[in-house]
């Protein structure tokens, strides 16, 4: 059974920063992309940030320049770095991992990050 445990999230003041962390446990199989949605209150989720086995990153517009995404093969962990956070950044983040050759993707429950003005 894949079990997603995210951390990180919390209360901070606009122009702070906060860092996710997503592990990933339960799966024999490889972890192929893994990710960053989140979703605000009455708004659909909505992708953050993504990161191949590669390394390839792919990132929201509203989040360019301010938000980092990296992955840990050896802990099957991936982090989002968020600086110059926003009210607007306010949201539950999901992190997503695609596993496997039948790539099955996984949810995490959820952090939620709140950014006061």
């Known amino acids: 059974q894949v079990q997603l445990v995210e951390s990180g999230g919390g209360l901070v003041q606009a122009g702070g920063s906060l860092r996710l962390s997503c592990a990933a446990s339960?799966?024999?199989?490889?972890?192929?992309?893994m990710g960053w949605y989140r979703q605000a209150p009455g708004k659909q989720r909505e992708l953050v940030a993504t990161?191949?086995?590669?390394?390839?990153?792919n990132y929201a517009d509203s989040v360019k320049g301010r938000f980092t995404i990296s992955r840990d093969n050896a802990k099957n962990t991936v982090y989002l770095q968020m600086n110059s956070l926003k009210p607007e950044d306010t949201a539950v983040y999901y992190c997503n991992v695609n596993i496997g050759p039948y790539v099955i993707n996984y949810w995490g429950k959820g952090t939620l990050v709140t950014v006061s003005s």
């Open positions: 339960g799966s024999s199989f490889s972890i192929n992309a």
């Open positions: 990161i191949t086995s590669g390394d390839s990153t």
